[in-house]
């Protein structure tokens, strides 16, 4: 009758889930959605990615893009602007982050704009976008630019990506020899990338070209051409698939967009876009032409070019940052190339003029890119530990990196101590030794309770630059009198009954980590008496036997006849 009944709960239970089941990796828009998912967007395999999920319900991401530009539209109802900085402008009085021409809040659209059922959705909604205007009139170049990176360079512990859609060249200079870390004397624009890039700030760069001119190589055109920051050429894509399939050609429009190019009419779908700057330097293309995105004017439209390429790379790095926090310019950089793919060229011969092709971003499988992140897991510490007060003791905490790379002992990675008391220890832990890759250390930690009774609640959290991340670990400690007799559950008890209508969330959260501990030892004494009950009629349980719920599962080896 009990195994019926389990069964008849099971199903009931497979039943409502499969209702409302959806396929991992796929994105649903909201039924009610007026909102529109641009090509470029959709090219790039935004709609897959697990690391987001666009369906018209709002989420947030700890990451924060910088648009080095002409402002952004604060206005604009499908974006939001958290901060930034004017360097356009001379006179305080006059400073503003809004955008003067249009240009930066197109670039904001395709990186961020909101999931919200309306207009148009980013590559990574949910960032914090920051306006840090360089361009308006009268603004100085270069010097509006450095004043620019800088402004990102200090606030690198607020920003983690930022995107330049703008540049100038120089036939006679090759600004591809020199590095931040080479001996030559840098020019003041690329001194101030270095800045940023040693800050922690990946840098995304379009390639160009510059003002009107014909495509030329990415080595004379600057901040293109420097090789600390990701340069972005641009591809024509008109339907969002891949295979060069969509039958718009050159003088149809789409939208408000006619295609063409900026001198070239032979732009076809999924092929160079004519015009764009190649070389290189050039390591990632995304799609720039007929792009929908946010108008100054809290509206939408069509645009074209490199510098409409450039964000979709950014919105893929900021999409990288959220979940691997520690991940340098050098990681992200790496991990979009090895996360790109090569199926969006379909001209016969290849009509990329350095004839390389370089990969499309891609954010469908970024997840799966390597690169930094570690797992802070919980280790086979009790959840809740009775001591006397002032008791010298050792916990451990085991640490597993789940990342395809290795990681050095060292202050790069700590363990960080989020609230509660720090019960003796330094506010930073670095890890004591290495982790290989996929593999876990245990880490005997030090600690001292109390020396008052009570119940006390210590969390910590793996930390870098980049900030917190992975599960915490919260060690709990109930400090009784030291001549105290009474077991864990009657302390428990005790301490509850004193607080009467005062009691706090922490002995809350002790209580019920103090039930569940309970309850585990019951299921094990269980688990222990049905093996020796089942055992002589089922035969030799092979892999243990595990409850879930309220049925027992098992596996028995079969008997050799």
């Known amino acids: 009758m009990h195994i019926r009944r389990y069964l008849r709960l099971l199903l009931t239970l497979a039943t409502l889930l499969s209702a409302t089941a959806v396929t991992p990796g796929t994105n649903v828009q909201a039924q009610d959605s007026t909102q529109e998912i641009p090509t470029g967007v959709r090219r790039i395999g935004t709609l897959q990615s697990r690391i987001v999920r666009i369906d018209g319900r709002e989420e947030t991401l700890d990451v924060g893009v910088a648009v080095l530009d002409s402002g952004i539209d604060t206005d604009h109802p499908d974006l939001h602007v958290t901060g930034g900085t004017d360097c356009a402008t001379t006179s305080a009085a006059d400073a503003t982050i809004d955008d003067s021409d249009g240009h930066g809040t197109f670039i904001a659209g395709i990186i961020a704009a909101r999931d919200n059922t309306i207009g148009v959705v980013g590559v990574a909604p949910g960032v914090r976008l920051y306006s ?5 009139p009268g603004a100085p170049w270069p010097g509006a630019a450095i004043c620019g990176l800088n402004w990102v360079a200090d606030n690198a512990d607020i920003i983690d990506v930022a995107v330049m859609s703008f540049g100038s060249s120089d036939e006679k200079q090759d ?58 050429s641009a591809m024509t894509d008109y339907d969002g698939l891949s295979g060069g399939k969509s039958g718009w050609r050159f003088m149809e429009r789409i939208g408000s967009c006619l295609v063409t190019t900026i001198n070239h009419p032979d732009d076809g779908d999924d092929t160079f876009a004519d015009g764009s700057n190649y070389g290189t330097g ?31 790379v950014a919105g893929a790095a900021a999409l990288y940052k959220a979940i691997h926090p520690c991940a340098t310019p050098q990681d992200v950089r790496a ?41 802070a897991l919980p ?183």
């Open 175 to 232: 600004f591809s020899q020199d590095r931040c870390d080479g001996p030559a004397e840098l020019d003041p624009l690329h001194t101030a990338v270095c800045r940023a890039v040693n800050a922690g700030v990946t840098l995304v760069a379009a390639a160009g070209p510059t003002a009107k001119e014909k495509g030329k190589d990415v080595r004379h055109v600057v901040p293109a051409g420097y090789p600390e920051v990701i340069t972005v």
């Open 379 to 561: 280790t086979r510490i009790s959840p809740i530990q009775a001591v006397a007060p002032g008791t010298p003791m050792e916990i451990v905490v085991t640490i597993q990196n789940t990342s395809p790379g290795d990681w050095p002992a060292g202050d790069r990675f700590t363990l960080a101590h989020v609230n509660g008391p720090t019960l003796g220890l330094a506010e930073s832990q670095p890890l004591p030794q290495a982790i290989p890759r996929w593999r876990e250390v245990s880490w005997r930690l030090p600690i001292t309770a109390p020396s008052t009774p009570g119940v006390y609640q210590s969390t910590w959290q793996m930390a870098c630059e980049g900030g917190t991340f992975g599960r915490s670990i919260t060690i709990i400690l109930v400090v009784s009198p030291a001549n105290s007799s009474l077991d864990l559950r009657e302390q428990l008890t005790a301490l509850v009954a004193g607080a009467g209508n005062q009691l706090s969330e922490q002995f809350d959260q002790a209580w019920k980590q103090a039930q569940a501990e309970i309850e585990r030892r019951i299921r094990e004494e269980i688990q222990r008496q049905i093996r020796e009950a089942l055992a002589p009629v089922c035969g030799t349980p092979v892999g243990g036997v595990v409850i879930a719920g309220s049925a027992v599962w098992w596996r028995r080896r079969r008997r050799s006849t």
């Open 132 to 136: 840090v205007r360089v361009f308006g």
């Open 282 to 312: 050039v390591e990632l293309t995304g799609p720039g032409m007929c792009i929908k995105s946010t108008k100054q004017d809290g509206t939408y439209t069509h645009d074209s070019g490199t510098s409409f390429a450039a964000p979709h």
């Open 335 to 375: 991990a979009l190339i090895a996360a790109g793919e090569r199926n969006w060229n379909v001209a016969d011969p290849l009509d990329d003029p350095d004839g390389v092709q370089e990969p499309l971003v891609s954010v469908a499988g970024l997840e799966r890119a390597p690169g930094p992140t570690l797992s």
